[in-house]
Antibody
């Protein structure tokens, strides 16, 4: 059974950089062949996809966030991370990490999710 | 503003049936699979339907999915109080090269 767990700060100062990590167990990021994603949900609102990464180097990002987002794999720890620069109050949300269902298919659905981490952007 | 459009809310009595629509375009639903997620209050979303009409292991057959053209429908029969949740459709958008979600529909059991 695949399990994902987000970690990082719960409070970030405006204009600073948000850095989150997703720890994966039950699957290998480097050999499983799956894409790994970040998704967020602002308070009281719907889901917003942030981006996706494949160990071999392919990555995709939300068009409106592309200039501020970096998603990376930490191979030694079976983790992947999210770096979001120049945060504003609009980046306040619950952030989820998730795994795609099918190998090598970024367009497949998400079959495993982390529990989510609440991040507030405020001074 | 979401790429995929859903009604904000639907409701029905216990035991009844509800359907939730998801409307998109040729770049997403029209040429890619649709899936559905259930998000119970305070929890992470859970995959309900994938590849338009398939249920993952453990999902009750009260939940069904279908797709026609650029729209999809989620059906829930034998409605239970435990079905009260937000439901989201999702699909890959080939033009944007992005995964897109619907705006979400809140299901209320009267």
């Amino acid at each position: 059974q695949v399990q994902l767990q987000e970690s990082g700060p719960g409070l970030v100062t405006p204009s600073e950089t948000l850095f989150l990590t997703c720890s994966v167990s039950g699957a290998s990021i480097t050999s499983g062949g799956h894409y790994w994603d970040w998704i967020r949900q602002p308070p009281g609102r719907g889901l917003e996809w942030i981006g996706s990464i494949y160990f071999r180097g392919s990555s995709y990002h939300h068009t409106s966030l592309k200039s501020r987002v970096t998603i990376s794999v930490v191979t030694s720890k079976n983790q992947f991370s999210l770096r979001l620069t120049s945060v504003t109050a609009a980046d306040t949300a619950v952030y989820y990490c998730a795994k795609h269902m099918k190998q090598f298919q970024v367009f497949s659905p998400f079959d495993s999710w982390g529990q989510g981490i609440r991040v507030t952007v405020s001074s | 503003q979401s790429v995929l459009t859903q009604p904000p809310s639907v409701s029905a009595a216990p035991g009844q049936e509800v359907t939730i629509s998801c409307s998109g375009g040729n770049s997403n639903i029209g040429n890619n699979y649709v899936c559905w997620y259930q998000q119970l209050p305070g929890t992470a979303p859970k995959l309900l339907i994938y590849d338009n009409d398939k249920r993952p292991s453990g999902i009750a057959d009260r939940f069904s999915g279908s797709k026609s053209g650029t729209s999809a429908i989620l059906g829930i029969t034998g409605l239970q109080t435990g079905d009260e949740a937000d439901y989201y459709c999702g699909s890959w958008d080939s033009t944007l090269s992005m995964y897109v979600f619907g705006s979400g529909t809140q299901v209320t059991v009267l």
